[in-house]
C-alpha cells in the first residue's frame, strides 16, 4: 500500500488538528462506525465531529440517536430527514432533505473530511451535499458486490464522489481502482465492524438477556431480512419462503429484526409482525442494537439477507444461511451457505448451519483492527485543496 508522508496544519500559528465528521443514519452504520469515532476522537492530530441523520432520529425505527448519547459521544448536528414513508416519492423527499441540511451543517462545521460508510439512499445524498459544499470524502467499503440491490450503483456512485478510500478486502481495493480512482488514495482496513468484536469486553449470558428483555433458548436463530430492492416485491417471495421455513421450529428462540428504511421495508416489517404474533418462541426487536453482536455470537446459526452474515459472523464462529439475491456476488467465507429462496432448500441450509456443518471460518474482512488504519490514513492524507484534485487513473492496480 502506497502511503502518502503525514501533513501539518498550521493554523494561526500552531498546529491544527485535522476535522472529521462522520456521519451516521442508522443501525446499519453505527456499529461500525464505533470505533473509528473512538479513535478519530481519542487521536493528537484528529478532532471528531459527528453528524447524525436518518432512521437514528426516527421513533418508529427506535430513535437510536439515545444509544448514541449513551455511549458519550457529542453530537454537532442532527438533520431528520421525515422517513414517514417507504415509496419512491417519500425516499426522494427524504434525501433532498438530507441533501440540503448536510449542505448547511457543512457550511457551519467546516471540516476537512466527511467520513462516509456504505452503500445507502440518504448516504449519496450526505456525498452530494459534502461535493456541492467542497469538502473531501472519506468512503468506507467501496468496491464491494450487492447484485441484489440497488446499492450497488449507490456503492459505485459514492467511489466516484470520494476522495479516500477504506475498502473491506483486497478484491474491493481493484474494483475501485479499476474505476479509476489512484492507488495512494485506497486503503485495505478491513471491516470496521469487526473492532466490536476484538476490543469490546464480552458479555455474559445474564447481561446479554437483560439487554434483549428475554432468556435465551436451548437453540436460536438470528433472523435479519432487508428489502431486495431490484426484485419487482421487494423481497416479499423471498420472505415468505423464509418464514414458511421457519414455521416449523417452534423449539427454536427465533430473534428477529426489522428490516431498514429501503423501499419495501414497511411491507417486511408488517410480515414480521403478523408472524411474530401468538408465537412465543419469536423475539421481535426494532434494532438490537449493542446487544446485536453479542447475541450473534450466541446464536446457533442466522439466516437472512443481511451483509452482517457474511462480514461478521464468520469472525464469531457462527454459521450463515444467505437467503435469495440481496448478497448476491458479495464475497463471502467458507461458513456461508448460500440458499435459493425455496423453502425446503432453506429448511436443509438451516439443519446443516444449525448442526454447524460448514467448512471453516475464515473471515475475508479483517482481523478486527480496521479503526487504527483508519486513523492512520486520515492523518496521512494530503490537504484539502490536494484531496479535492481527483484524476482518472487508466489500469492502474492498488497496492494490496
Known amino acids: 500500500m502506497l502511503r502518502r508522508a503525514a501533513y501539518s496544519f498550521v493554523m494561526e500559528g500552531r498546529l491544527a488538528n485535522r476535522r472529521i465528521c462522520v456521519a451516521t443514519s ?34 418508529r425505527f427506535g430513535e437510536t440517536v439515545s444509544q448514541i448519547e449513551a455511549d458519550g459521544f457529542a453530537i454537532d448536528a442532527r438533520l431528520p430527514m421525515a422517513l414517514i414513508a417507504d415509496d419512491p416519492a417519500s425516499l426522494a423527499r427524504s434525501s433532498a432533505l438530507a441533501l440540503t441540511g448536510t449542505v448547511e451543517a457543512l457550511e457551519r462545521l467546516r ?9 445507502r439512499f440518504e448516504t449519496l445524498a450526505l456525498a452530494q451535499a459534502a461535493m456541492l459544499a467542497g469538502v473531501p470524502v472519506a468512503h468506507i467499503g467501496g468496491g464491494d458486490v450487492t447484485e441484489g440491490a440497488f446499492d450497488e450503483s449507490i456503492r459505485h456512485a459514492l467511489t466516484k464522489l470520494s476522495h ?30 469487526l473492532d466490536r468484536l476484538t476490543r469490546a469486553p464480552a458479555l455474559t449470558r445474564d447481561a446479554l ?6 432468556p435465551l433458548g436451548a437453540r436460536n436463530l438470528l433472523v435479519t431480512f432487508h428489502p431486495v430492492t431490484v426484485s419487482p416485491d421487494k423481497g416479499r417471495t423471498e420472505l415468505e419462503s423464509v418464514l414458511r421455513a421457519l414455521e416449523p421450529l417452534s423449539d427454536v428462540t427465533l430473534w428477529m429484526t426489522k428490516a431498514n428504511a429501503d423501499s419495501g421495508g414497511q411491507a417486511i416489517n408488517d410480515a414480521l409482525e403478523a408472524f411474530a404474533e401468538d408465537r412465543p418462541n419469536v423475539s421481535l426487536h426494532d434494532t438490537l442494537g449493542g446487544a446485536y453482536l453479542p447475541l450473534l455470537a450466541a446464536c446457533d446459526a442466522v439466516v437472512g439477507n443481511s451483509s452482517s452474515g457474511l462480514a461478521e459472523a464468520p469472525s464469531v464462529g457462527t454459521p450463515t444461511v444467505n437467503i435469495g439475491l440481496r448478497q448476491s456476488g458479495r464475497r463471502a467465507g467458507p461458513s456461508v451457505i448460500h440458499c435459493a429462496a425455496d423453502p425446503d432448500a432453506i429448511s436443509r441450509a438451516l439443519d446443516r448451519a444449525m448442526a454447524g456443518d460448514v467448512p471453516g471460518f475464515d473471515n475475508p474482512y479483517g482481523d478486527g483492527r480496521s479503526a487504527a488504519r483508519i486513523v492512520e490514513a486520515l492523518i ?10 481527483k484524476r482518472f487513473v487508466d489500469d492502474e492496480v492498488p497496492h494490496v
Do not use: C, K
Open 380 to 389: 496521512s492524507a494530503p490537504p484539502r485543496d490536494i484531496l479535492l484534485r
Open 164 to 193: 479516500l478510500h477504506f475498502v473491506t478486502h483486497d478484491e474491493a481495493a481493484r474494483r475501485v481502482a479499476r474505476m479509476g480512482e489512484a492507488s495512494d488514495r485506497i486503503h485495505v482496513v478491513g471491516n470496521p465492524g
Open 111 to 119: 471540516p476537512d473530511i466527511l467520513m462516509l460508510l456504505g452503500d
Open 26 to 59: 442508522g443501525r446499519a452504520d453505527y456499529g461500525l462506525l464505533y470505533w473509528p469515532m473512538r479513535d478519530i476522537a481519542a487521536a493528537e492530530r484528529l478532532s471528531l465531529q459527528l453528524l447524525v441523520t436518518g432512521t437514528h432520529l426516527e421513533p
Open 209 to 214: 438477556e437483560a439487554l434483549v428483555g428475554r
